[in-house]
């Protein structure tokens, strides 16, 4: 392998060259090429003979939260310094180690929206919604009322953007490229949409939801709708949908949808409508913007990546796949020499259903060590995982981090079944972990 070019430059000039020159008919790093490769990590790879031919290390092809490339962190009263991927309309995202709580604390919470921010609001018991359609008695409710009559209850509840993980799609899909970090779990207080479908009566025609809320479209033109999304009316009435008003124990920040919201676990965080006004029952699947198309549809058989697609043949993205995250060490930690294990925690969690098993690796793939699993606070809530691995030596290592769901299904190598707006990727996570100085460990 020629010295003066680095890893990355033969890559993107020809992969596949690069692949025999830098892996060798072996298929295994060795020699002069490991050398390059160590070089160019900045740091002696102890796994590298089971690193799989066509492998970039993490260092050098993830961009990754810490990297230079990434966007600004924000900087917003009661909020954490997310990354920002948008500021019209605002959109960041939570670093992975800054979702380390067991249940999501308001600052750490990602942000997702479509239009602008409505005003704060002076009188939220006064705050009003409707529920009409496809209903015996349309309903107009102030908070106050909502409050005092349903059960009110407190779950645990994912709340997940429908295009997390949209940046490991290759080639590049259109949307706020977001990592893992587009996941929540905060504790939501709230009454049950069921209580609620049930008190206005739902006809026998009564099949989908449409959602409606009060921030205002970037266009500034009035009464054009930023969102309005809806689902089919069995996850409306599922127990873990609800209509919240409080998050972990204090009213909703208005950021997040004050004075109330939808959360509909487990499904695109779309759905989960903020600043809510109105509830639609309808006969047949809501139209509103962000309906239809490619918008939170995916293909049913896969289409040839990057090749234009106007949604025919997609179904909704309904369950969100399975995926986790890794909590305790960001992409790109230094260690200090001499550590021979990592304590490695993080979460995991699969839409409507459970997660399984949650898997580490340390040398790329070889071998697969299980983490302690926790159970879930309550359906719906996302699983803490946790475990120690013993690391032989001080170098350059990747955890790799993978889950595998209620059904069987495991976080694939590389994002599959590529779709115009990026959904559904959830590929295995690499991170990039250092232990000692490495450039004493290179010298
Ligand atoms: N009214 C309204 N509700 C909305 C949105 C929006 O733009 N307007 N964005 C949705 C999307 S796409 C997501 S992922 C979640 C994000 O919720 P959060 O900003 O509270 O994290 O809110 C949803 N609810
Ligand atoms: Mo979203």
């Not at 009060?214 to 609800?242: F, N, Q, W």
């Not at 550590?339 to 340390?362: C, E, F, I, K, N």
Request: charged letters at 20%; aromatic letters at 6%; glycine letters at 10%.
């Amino acid at each position: 392998m020629a010295q003066e070019r680095s890893a990355q430059e033969l890559y993107r000039d020809d992969p596949e060259r690069a692949d025999a020159e830098v892996f060798g008919r072996r298929g295994a790093l060795e020699g002069p090429a490991l050398q390059a490769m160590e070089a160019a990590v900045g740091a002696p790879i102890p796994a590298a003979a089971s690193l799989p031919p066509g492998t970039l290390p993490a260092a050098i092809a993830r961009p990754g939260a810490q990297s230079a490339t990434n966007p600004a962190a924000l900087n917003l009263p009661g909020k954490a310094r997310l990354l920002v991927h948008d500021e019209t309309p605002l959109c960041a995202e939570t670093p992975e180690v800054l979702l380390d709580e067991a249940v999501t604390s308001a600052p750490n919470m990602f942000i997702r929206n479509n239009g602008g921010i409505p005003p704060e609001v002076a009188d939220p018991q006064a705050w009003r919604f409707v529920v009409d359609g496809e209903v015996n008695a349309p309903l107009s409710l102030t908070l106050g009322e909502l409050q005092s009559r349903f059960p009110v209850v407190t779950r645990q509840l994912q709340l997940e953007c429908g295009g997390n993980g949209r940046a490991f799609h290759q080639p590049a899909a259109r949307g706020n490229p977001w990592g893992n970090g587009a996941i929540s779990n905060g504790a939501w207080t709230g009454v049950r949409l069921r209580d609620v479908l049930q008190a206005a009566g739902l006809k026998p025609s009564a099949r989908f939801t449409g959602h409606y809320g009060a921030d205002p479209h970037l266009s500034g033109e009035a009464g054009k709708v930023s969102i309005a999304r809806g689902m089919r009316i069995e996850k409306a009435l599922d127990e873990d949908t609800l209509l919240a008003f409080a998050l972990n124990g204090a009213p909703l920040p208005r950021l997040h949808g004050a004075p109330l919201r939808l959360v509909v676990p487990g499904w695109p965080g779309s759905l989960s409508q903020k600043w809510l006004t109105r509830i639609w029952v309808r006969d047949a699947p809501h139209d509103g913007p962000g309906m239809g198309g490619t918008s939170y549809r995916v293909p049913r058989h896969p289409v040839i990546p990057g090749s234009a697609q106007d949604g025919r043949g997609f179904v909704e993205l309904e369950s969100m796949p399975v995926r986790s995250i890794l909590t305790s060490h960001a992409h790109g930690a230094r260690l200090a020499g001499g550590t021979r294990h990592l304590d490695l925690r993080g979460a995991a969690w699969a839409g409507d259903l459970s997660v399984q098993a949650q898997h580490v690796s340390l040398d790329f793939g070889a071998t697969w060590q299980p983490m302690t699993l926790f159970p879930a606070a309550n359906r719906h809530a996302w699983q803490r995982w946790q475990g120690r691995v013993a690391v032989p030596a001080d170098g350059y290592y990747e955890v790799w981090y993978r889950a595998t769901d209620s059904a069987g299904r495991m976080q694939p190598h590389a994002a599959a079944n590529w779709n115009p707006q990026g959904y559904g990727a959830n590929p295995i996570s690499r991170a990039a972990v250092f232990i000692g100085d490495p450039l004493a460990a290179t010298a």
